[in-house]
């Protein structure tokens, strides 16, 4: 095989130069119409999976507007932007060439109100605190008795070891369809849990140990108190064993 002389191996060289100043040549050409011509300016953008956050909420918190280059703006800055909401769980963005931009949050729900003090504390199944209210929102379950130092927006209650317990409470609860049905969760000072239901039944819970099988056990109850029509009182979970049912004289 002929090897190739030095004359025709700097030909090769400034062929491939070339090439690349070509190619590095368009490159900036089509960066510099990408970031500057109207062709790729937000026309749309479509908010999804939203529930109790409106679009202008949303459209607000993002910080990116119609009009305005798609390009402009880091997808991570806009997710980012969102999640400084503490109803936005998190939150994907994509773009849509030429000039869409597709938005989909996930909203966090509230889920219990945690009461400090005075104040009550608006909290997600996760413990993550959403906001604050000076009165109660009937439509959620109240938690009294538990203490916490963690109360500030967007901190966690149960990032205290002595609310891990609640935590498991709250989940199986929810995952259950108990929270729904539950009007208050207290705590007494001998650190048992008394649950008030609004169908007005009261059920003597006991401690938070082995919830899962106790919040199961409540479940099968209060089905056959339904399906039987049998009109209970109480539901007392913690003298031994077995649950007591109490039923209106």
Known sequence: MRKKTPIERLHKARKVFLGIIIFLGLLSIFIFFALNSPFFHIKEINIRNNKSLNKEEILKQSKVRTNTNIFKFKISDIEDNLKTNTFIKSAKVKRELPNTLNINVMEREKTILFQYISMYLV??????????????????????????????????????????????????????????????????????????????IFVAFGTLNNVKYKLGLLKEILED??????????????KGNHPILIKDD
Do not use: C, W, Y
């Open 123 to 200: 909290v997600d199944e996760d413990g993550f605190i959403m906001e604050h209210l000076d009165s109660k929102d009937e439509k959620l379950p109240i938690v009294t008795g538990f203490n916490t130092n963690f109360t500030d927006v967007s901190e966690n209650i149960f990032s205290q070891e002595q609310n891990r317990n609640l935590k498991i409470f709250i989940k199986e609860g929810k995952n259950l369809h108990l929270l729904e049905n539950i009007d208050e969760i207290e705590k007494d000072f001998s650190n048992d849990v008394n649950i008030k239901l609004k169908n007005g």
């Open 225 to 238: 108190v339904e399906k039987r029509e049998i009109k209970a009182s109480k539901i007392i979970m913690n």
